[in-house]
């Protein structure tokens, strides 16, 4: 079993006591976001789970506990966020240079394999438009180069809390012949630094499909071969193998504006404050 921490929240980030804390006691309790009252045990023990993939924007805690978390002797790899939009977007975001530096060092720790990049959501703006997200985008692959073998992007997609998010930034979909433009450049560019650039669960784009949590990438962070039917729980088009993720939904504190997971930014602020690391679940408590 894959065990995915988490698509639902910044656990590396924010979370570091509660994670380590479950791989102490050898599970966590997980909720359906959509019945709360439907509750999975997902085993944290090397008997149980092939690897955690982790996703972050910034993982330094995780940096900082590295150490102990090795010491549970599950493999991990890392799907690590890294835009360059302003405080505008990303409100609570250390600094881009030492968010390179932490990945530059996890990549040093644990190998560039076993680090994913990835360049998500793409939004358009008038600030934020094709020639910023080449200039931001090359620039980032330069800092990277040699500390990451692959990127993956998508595009931004329109959910009604995204929409409700982001109302007055100007926000736009461009049309597919603009994404493709950007995408074949992104790529060029990628190419340049040794990078291999993908996409993620896009119709039409011209890169190849990616897999955030893909067999490949998977069997190089675990040693070994895995289960490699497809996730049913994720959307159409995306390509992941199957896991079990133990984030909750609507308690990421970054704030960022195109979340997908935080309902509002408020929201998700008072749900953070409810977090109790001895507690099995996640930002809630088992009654």
Known sequence: MIVSASRRTDIPAFYMEWMLARLRAGF??????????????????????????????????????????????????????????????????????????????????????????????????????????????????????????????????FYARTVRNTAGKSVCDPPPKDRNRLAAELARIGREYGIEVEACAESGLCLPAAACIGSSWVRAICGRGIDERKDPGQRPLCNCVRSADIGSVNCCPHGCLYCYANRTPGSARKNAAAYDPASPFLCSSPA
Request: glycine share 6%; hydrophobic share 40%; with cysteine.
């Open 28 to 157: 966590a309790l997980v909720r359906n976001p959509m019945n709360p009252a439907q509750v999975r045990r997902v085993g944290l023990t090397p008997e149980e789970a092939d690897c955690i993939v982790f996703w972050s924007k910034n993982p330094a805690p995780l940096l900082a506990r590295i150490g102990e978390l090795e010491s549970f002797g599950i493999p991990f790899g890392i799907n690590f966020t890294l835009n360059a939009y302003r405080a505008d977007f990303e409100p609570r975001l250390p600094p881009v240079e030492t968010r390179l530096d932490t990945f530059r060092a996890l990549a040093g720790r644990i190998g560039r394999r076993k680090m994913t990049w990835r360049y998500d959501p793409i939004l358009f703006t008038p600030e934020y438009d094709e020639t910023f997200h080449i200039d931001r985008f090359g620039r980032l692959a330069q800092a990277l180069a040699g500390h990451t073998e692959r990127c993956i992007v998508s595009f931004l997609d």
